[in-house]
């Protein structure tokens, strides 16, 4: 599975967008270096900028939640922060481990897969609402 930014992912906020733009992408340059039998040496690269900048999106976007006075934002960040435990998660078992095939396939099943639900579900709703809060 590709994992593409699609206009279905989109959530008309300039600042969400283009962050998630750049972990869609992140995600799939990994399965494309799988796809070229380079996912085990991608897989560590790959982790280190998730968690890097899964910190900066996730606080960007709960800045603006508060800015806008957003309802949901504590369950938002519960949501945020499973997320960051999963990655910390994937991390440890690379630590130990090392990049095996498993390790890869996990990466693309469950960040990739999250990432996509939690913005047509989640971040949609986080930018209507300060959409319409005048931002």
């Given at each position: 599975?590709?994992?593409?930014?699609?206009?279905?992912?989109?959530?008309?906020?300039?600042?969400?967008?283009?962050?998630?733009?750049?972990?869609?992408?992140?995600?799939?340059d990994?399965?494309?270096a799988?796809?070229g039998?380079?996912?085990r040496?991608?897989?560590?690269?790959?982790?280190?900028?998730?968690?890097?900048?899964?910190?900066?999106?996730f606080?960007?976007?709960?800045?603006?939640q508060q800015?806008?006075?957003?309802?949901?934002?504590?369950?938002?960040?519960?949501?945020?922060?499973?997320?960051?435990?999963?990655?910390?998660i994937l991390g440890?078992?690379?630590?130990?481990?090392?990049?095996?095939?498993?390790?890869?396939?996990?990466?693309?099943?469950?960040?990739?897969g999250?990432?996509?639900?939690?913005?047509k579900?989640?971040?949609?709703?986080?930018?209507a609402?300060?959409?319409?809060?005048?931002g």
């Amino acid at each position: 599975m590709a994992y593409t930014f699609t206009p279905d992912l989109v959530t008309g906020n300039n600042m969400i967008d283009s962050q998630h733009k750049e972990l869609i992408k992140a995600i799939d340059d990994l399965l494309n270096a799988c796809n070229g039998g380079k996912g085990r040496a991608q897989l560590e690269p790959t982790l280190k900028f998730l968690s890097d900048y899964t910190n900066k999106h996730f606080g960007d976007e709960e800045k603006l939640q508060q800015q806008y006075k957003y309802p949901d934002c504590v369950n938002h960040k519960k949501l945020h922060d499973g997320f960051k435990q999963s990655v910390r998660i994937l991390g440890d078992e690379l630590r130990k481990d090392g990049p095996t095939v498993p390790l890869v396939g996990k990466v693309n099943a469950q960040i990739g897969g999250w990432l996509i639900t939690h913005i047509k579900r989640e971040d949609v709703k986080v930018a209507a609402h300060v959409k319409a809060a005048g931002g």
